[in-house]
């Protein structure tokens, strides 16, 4: 009660000074006695913040009991930084399990640190005693490396951010960053740039670093179900020049644990046949003959036979990207599927081996060289049903122009609003086009109108 009536004394005079446009000291200072007291009524919590006091410690003999030795590996570099165990133990897992283990280092009075360069031993502790530290693109996967090793969590997590956009599809780095991760051993690194490369397989065998991966990695990237290419003639085309590259060349058991990474049977007929010819030295491994042979096997197959393989074996399942390949359909129309196909279309699979077919179309169009097209738009041939004529027209590229997919539209030819179509047919629509890399660059594009007689 007492603080309460000293609380509205303070009020009441501070407003009649306030309407005498005067505040004595005396008055200021009554209204922040009262101003914490009501606080105190309330509860109030306290926080000091000691970052500057603890930045302040860096590298400094005061309490410091421990000497941290950051040498290179030719040795030829060194130096000596004091240290301070509590701040060392609260950031770094590593440091607080070889102060608590009981191990030789804890009663020791300096702790060599074996390969690290001391310039970025120093960035790392600055960082560790509360220091703003600036970090450059060729110094962020080594930052990353020690955040790693050393079990720093907060700079691990901001470090790994900055990997996350610096390494991507677009900027075309996947593989050097992938090389200098593998060398550091850094786990963390080596994931996010493997899944970045995966992404997108054909640009990273474009860039000049991807020569220079490691066996074990080029094994593992082939390996994995998740890399994503158009045509396995890719990856072929990648395993190649990588081994072009290397001197000398991988010994024939180890040539041949990477040509079984290849799904031989997606490849066409016609590269398989050229194989020994394109690639020289992958012909000089005595494994190359019956890979190629379960190829052309894959090719002769009925298309049970084919379900059945791609079922059973790895290298006969398409990869992450690739469409579905189907016979090439016979241009014209109009075609219905064979039963085997409608067999198909019904099943409640849907998965990338075994796409869904539609069981007929009013008119299919063959489109060679699709990938090599220059044209911004093209017409297919006209086709007629319920006794009007038709056109498919085609954007290999886009109707935008991006590359990234094609438009297909359906052309009524019909210029005027007031023309009907003969017959009055039920409203025209497009299924899903069957589209895929067929017979080494053929797509095909089908088409269904209702009222297909």
């Not at 000049?208 to 290419?229: N, Y």
């Not at 009013?362 to 060679?368: A, H, Q």
């Given at each position: ?188 690194a080596q994931q996010h740039c493997r899944a970045v490369l995966l992404r997108d397989f054909a640009a990273a065998v474009r860039q000049p670093a991807f020569r220079k991966l490691e066996l074990a990695t080029i094994a593992e990237l082939l390996e994995d179900d998740s890399l ?226």
């Amino acid at each position: 009660m007492m603080a309460d009536d000293q609380g509205r004394r303070v009020r009441q005079r501070t407003e009649e000074s306030s309407s005498q446009h005067a505040l004595t000291a005396s008055d200021v200072e009554d209204v922040r006695v009262a101003s914490l007291q009501a606080d105190l009524r309330g509860g109030e919590t306290l926080r000091l913040d000691v970052t500057s006091h603890i930045s302040a410690l860096f590298d400094s003999a005061s309490l410091s009991d421990v000497e941290l030795v950051a040498k290179r590996d030719d040795g030829l570099v060194e130096r000596r930084f004091r240290c301070h165990r509590v701040v060392l133990a609260s950031m770094s897992s590593y440091f607080r399990s070889l102060f608590t283990s009981g191990m030789a280092e804890v009663s020791q009075p300096a702790v060599v640190l074996h390969g690290v360069d001391p310039d970025l031993c120093e960035r790392v502790l600055r960082l560790l005693y509360g220091q703003p530290v600036g970090v450059t693109q060729e110094s962020l996967m080594t930052v990353v490396h020690l955040a790693e090793f050393y079990g720093i969590a907060p700079l691990l997590a901001r470090t790994s951010a900055l990997l996350n956009s610096f390494v991507t599809i677009g900027a075309n780095n996947c593989c050097a960053q992938l090389v200098e991760a593998s060398a550091l051993r850094c786990a963390q690194a080596q994931q996010h740039c493997r899944a970045v490369l995966l992404r997108d397989f054909a640009a990273a065998v474009r860039q000049p670093a991807f020569r220079k991966l490691e066996l074990a990695t080029i094994a593992e990237l082939l390996e994995d179900d998740s890399l994503a290419c158009e045509e396995e003639v890719v990856v072929l085309q990648g395993l190649s020049a990588w081994c072009t590259a290397q001197e000398p060349l991988p010994p024939d058991a180890q040539l041949a644990q990477l040509l079984a990474l290849v799904r031989w049977p997606l490849l066409p007929m016609a590269r398989l046949a050229a194989v020994e010819d394109d690639h020289p030295l992958l012909a000089t491994s005595s494994a190359l003959p019956l890979l190629l042979l379960e190829g052309f096997r894959y090719h002769a197959a009925e298309p049970s036979a084919k379900r059945a393989m791609r079922q059973s074996h790895a290298r006969c399942r398409p990869r992450v990207g690739m469409l579905a390949l189907f016979p090439l359909l016979p241009q014209g129309g109009p075609w219905r599927a064979p039963a085997i196909w409608k067999l198909l279309e019904s099943t409640d699979s849907n998965t990338a081996d075994e796409p869904r077919v539609p069981s007929q179309f009013s008119f299919v169009w063959n489109v060679p060289h699709f990938r090599t097209l220059s044209c911004l738009s093209m017409y297919s041939p006209a086709f007629r049903v319920n006794g009007h004529s038709w056109k498919l027209y085609l954007y290999p590229k886009g109707n935008n122009a991006s590359g990234q997919h094609l438009s297909v539209y359906l052309d009524s030819g019909i210029s005027d609003a007031h023309e009907m179509l003969p017959e009055d047919p039920k409203a025209p629509y497009l299924l899903n086009p069957l589209g895929g890399f067929l017979n080494d660059g053929t797509i095909s594009l089908g088409v269904f109108i209702e009222g297909l007689p």
